[in-house]
């Protein structure tokens, strides 16, 4: 999976992954996102069923602890 992280140096726990592949059918993902509105624009956000999935496929060690954070939440 390709993906690119973006994080401010003044703010490193606040990061935006941005996924330059689809490795989940992107119809799929596009049903059951979340929009959350800003005062400048809008933020497509994977469902908790996604993301998942997604991180599971980054395979990170912080993905995996939250994985397990987030199957709690699942």
């Known amino acids: ?3 690119f992280s ?3 140096l003044d703010r490193p726990l606040e990061i935006v992954d941005v996924l330059v ?3 989940i059918d992107f119809q799929e993902m596009e ?3 979340t929009v959350k509105k800003t005062q400048d624009f809008e933020i497509p956000i994977p469902s908790l069923r996604h993301l998942i999935k997604l991180k599971k496929l980054a395979g990170r060690d912080q993905d995996l602890k939250d994985v397990e954070l ?3 939440l699942y």
Do not use: D, I, Q, T
Request: aromatic share 14%; glycine share 0%.
């Open 1 to 3: 999976m390709k993906v």
């Open 6 to 8: 973006f994080w401010k």
């Open 21 to 23: 592949a689809n490795p």
């Open 31 to 33: 049903k059951e996102k």
């Open 70 to 72: 987030l199957e709690r």
